[in-house]
């Protein structure tokens, strides 16, 4: 089955600097990418979703990049500020609907330092 | 406001018992599911409930049964409890497929077996 792996674990970063959060995954035919954003005792919150072959996307505060080619994904922090301190997930779908469920990474725990 | 309610927040089971935790959402998703989180694990897919039947049971055992008396309830009963069993239950719901669904999150039961 589809396993996802993300890096790193732990990241401190400094206000003001970006940091990146990437995951590889092996099913070539995963079809929906995800990330999500977890503070502590809440629920996860979704960040953004993807699903074009090599895309882009810009959020507010983040940058998504997805490569098919290389099964990869990745979330850019960009100037990051204390809000952004928190957990950051990354999940794939293997098919257009979400039946057979979402396959997380383990996780990126975040913290912003001034 | 919460779009999908868990309940309890906390629970706290002696070993070999039987909890059922709760889960409602008000988004009017045709889909919901149940995700658990350990400990240094990844977050981990259970099952997928649509129209109140099920779609997919990945990892749980027979103790972790799915119950759906409504459309928008999907509770989860777990007996024999075991203290591996300890972790954060997360319910989720979507629209079971569409490039524009995304799946949604409840806040989360932590269950600790002593």
């Known amino acids: 089955g589809e396993q996802v792996e993300q890096r790193p674990p732990h990241l401190s970063v400094r206000e003001g600097d970006s940091a990146v959060i990437t995951c590889t995954y092996t099913?070539?035919?995963?079809?929906?990418f995800f990330w999500y954003k977890q503070e502590p005792g809440a629920s996860l919150q979704l960040l953004m979703k993807?699903?074009?072959?090599?895309e882009i996307n810009e959020g507010q505060g983040f940058t998504v990049l997805l490569n098919k080619k290389d099964k990869r994904l990745s979330l850019n922090l960009t100037a990051a500020h204390p809000g952004d301190s928190a957990a950051y997930f990354c999940?794939?779908?293997?098919?257009?609907?979400?039946?057979?469920?979402?396959?997380f990474g383990l996780g990126t725990r975040v913290s912003v330092f001034p | 406001d919460p779009k999908i309610i868990q309940k309890p927040k906390y629970l706290v089971a002696v070993t070999g018992s039987e909890k059922i935790l709760i889960c409602e959402q008000y988004?009017?998703?045709?889909?919901m599911y149940w995700y658990r989180q350990s400990a240094k694990k990844p977050l981990e897919f259970m099952f997928s409930?649509?129209?109140?039947?099920?779609?997919d049971n990945q990892t749980a055992s027979s103790r972790f049964q799915p119950q759906s008396s409504k459309k928008n309830h999907l509770d989860l009963q777990i007996t024999a409890l075991k203290p591996d069993d300890s972790a954060t239950y997360f319910c989720?719901?979507?629209?079971?497929?569409?490039?524009?669904?995304?799946?949604?999150f409840g806040k989360g039961t932590r269950l600790t077996v002593v």
């Open positions: 988004l009017g998703h045709n889909a």
């Open positions: 999940a794939v779908s293997a098919a257009n609907n979400y039946a057979q469920g979402l396959t």
């Open positions: 099913d070539p035919n995963s079809y929906y």
């Open positions: 409930y649509s129209y109140q039947k099920l779609m």
């Open positions: 989720a719901s979507s629209q079971e497929r569409g490039e524009n669904t995304e799946v949604f």
């Open positions: 993807v699903f074009s072959s090599t």
